[in-house]
């Protein structure tokens, strides 16, 4: 329970919350303070120049208390990333603020970026079960401080919504980037049970304050969506109709229109008359005395992730769908991919999107596997370039496929960007039961419930993290799959969980979020 807030923020305005004194990194090594791009928005908490990997348990018992959640991050270097320079976090670790308690869910979603704009990425951890006060569920935010020693508990800062509600969970979903231009660092947009959508941001002077700007947005779970731009509500950009409203489910962001300033993405399921179909909302970024852009929507969600699949120098958007109704709103199928290409207008114009979406299925031809239900294709999403080639390569997560006659044992897929777009030549998928992938193929295992490209030892080739939560019957684990001159390979994969960092295992859900 957190009693005492150190900072609120109210939705549609900004905030600017104390950080920590501000170190600069050896501009050598420094990060890129206001990411902008997918492939610039690395994780280095120490500002050695090597990605760091956070990982989400929100299951974890910390104290006793069943599912209080912890994080773990584990330190990037030449040789990569392994189970030694590794740290934990809970709110019993000294410096964090609150306590752990049951329920509260540490963990259940992170992200990372410069917030404070001092050369070093600081980890975001939402806690959307969180007590405030006597309100249930509120839900809040730690932020944990980059260093030249890496995170530290004392080094944080606690973020609440300024009148927290009863079952708000305050942190569902965190995404930062630089949005705008408004301070040097990243803006960190934050989602809540309603979907509402509210940017935070860093002032170095240490001091805290309230500011309402016309730039200020936030994602409604009303009728239409309305986010401070001059349409009053979304374009729609791949049908002929915007949805009726949307159930906003996750946040991503990338420079699809290459203007120097980061787009948000918000995901989530049709609410109204054709419930359950996937959507997302692009909000444009901008500099802070332009005119804010329109808000467009686009079919496709509610997972997505950002990458330059083309090589063309502009993020592209991929969407997941994982359990898609047919045209009668009622059969689930198995999911399909959809795949949007950035350009100079960025993705949507004023008749639709630039470039037609081109949609994925595992019914594609050269995708391994056959369009069945239930099986969640598009469970998780991430780009990275695995091959060093200049195109970003798509992660699948698979965590419903049967394997055999093992129900939801899961897979994933990778398939290869190109100069021409995404493609299956040059496909790999696997399994548990895949050769040189450890662990047995299991019930309810859901592998591939979380994926994300990582390049922990700087070699431009980025390996593949894939999480299985529900292994061991929620225990939870991740496997570690390098990349080479050819690509991702199986060979040489390995996995590991909370217990081989000395932490809680039992129901854990270890791997339940991973950090982009």
């Known amino acids: 329970m957190r009693k005492n807030r150190s900072a609120a ?79 934990t976090f809970s709110q019993n670790t000294s410096g964090v603020a609150g306590a752990a308690e049951a329920g509260d869910n540490f963990g259940k979603a992170v992200t990372t970026g410069d917030l404070d704009g001092d050369g070093y990425d600081d980890a975001v951890v939402g806690i959307p079960g969180e007590d405030i006060g006597s309100v249930a569920n509120a839900g809040g935010i730690v932020v944990l401080w980059g260093t030249p020693k890496g995170l530290s508990g004392t080094v944080s800062n606690w973020l609440e919504a300024e009148e927290p509600n009863v079952g708000s969970l305050f942190g569902s979903s965190l995404a930062a980037a630089r949005f705008s231009d408004f301070t040097p660092g990243d803006l960190l947009a934050v989602m809540d049970s309603a979907g509402e959508t509210t940017y935070w941001f860093e002032r170095a002077t240490g001091t805290s304050a309230q500011r309402t700007a016309p730039q200020s947005r936030r994602a409604q779970h009303q009728p239409r969506l309305a986010l401070g731009a001059s349409s009053g509500k979304a374009r729609a950009g791949a049908a002929a109709d915007e949805p009726d409203g949307l159930r906003a489910v996750s946040l991503t962001t990338g420079d699809y229109d290459d203007n120097g300033y980061a787009d948000l993405i918000i995901s989530g399921t049709s609410v109204g008359s054709e419930p359950g179909h996937g959507w997302s909302y692009v909000v444009p970024g901008t500099a802070s005395l332009d005119e804010p852009l329109p808000i467009y929507a686009l079919r496709g969600g509610p997972v997505a992730a950002s990458g330059d699949i083309n090589g063309d120098g502009y993020d592209d958007l991929a969407t997941g769908e994982p359990h898609s109704p047919d045209d009668g709103g009622a059969t689930m199928t198995g999911g399909v991919v959809g795949i949007y290409y950035g350009g100079p207008a960025g993705l949507v114009g004023e008749d639709g999107p630039v470039r037609p979406p081109v949609w994925w299925t595992q019914d594609s031809p050269g995708v391994p596997g056959v369009n069945e239900k239930g099986d969640g294709f598009g469970t998780d999403l991430s780009l990275g370039d695995t091959n060093k080639d200049g195109f970003a390569d798509l992660a699948i997560g698979i965590s419903g496929e049967d394997i055999g006659t093992v129900a939801d ?37 859901k592998f591939g419930g979380q994926v994300s490209f990582t390049d922990p030892n700087d070699d431009g080739r980025f ?3 894939v999480s299985a939560p529900g292994e061991n019957t929620n225990d939870g684990f991740v496997w570690v799959f390098s990349a080479g001159t050819s690509g991702l390979t199986t060979s040489g994969s390995w996995s590991y969980g909370a217990g081989d960092f000395g932490g809680p295992v039992t129901d854990s859900l270890y791997g339940a979020a991973i950090d982009e």
């Open 9 to 87: 923020v109210a939705a549609a305005s900004f905030l600017l919350v104390a950080g920590a004194a501000i170190a600069t990194a050896p501009s050598a090594y420094a990060g890129t303070p206001g990411g902008t791009h997918a492939n610039d928005r690395n994780t280095d908490f120490n500002g050695d120049g090597y990605d760091d990997v956070l990982v989400g348990s929100p299951g974890a018992a910390i104290g006793g208390h069943k599912g209080a959640g912890m994080v773990t991050v584990q330190y990037g270097g030449p040789k990569g990333m392994g189970t030694t320079r590794v740290k």
């Open 409 to 445: 044992a899961g897979a994933f897929t990778v398939l290869r960007g190109s100069a021409r777009g995404l493609t299956a030549t040059g496909v790999l998928s696997a399994n548990q039961g895949t050769a040189n992938v450890p662990g047995n193929v299991e019930k309810g295992d």
């Open 463 to 465: 390996g593949l993290l």
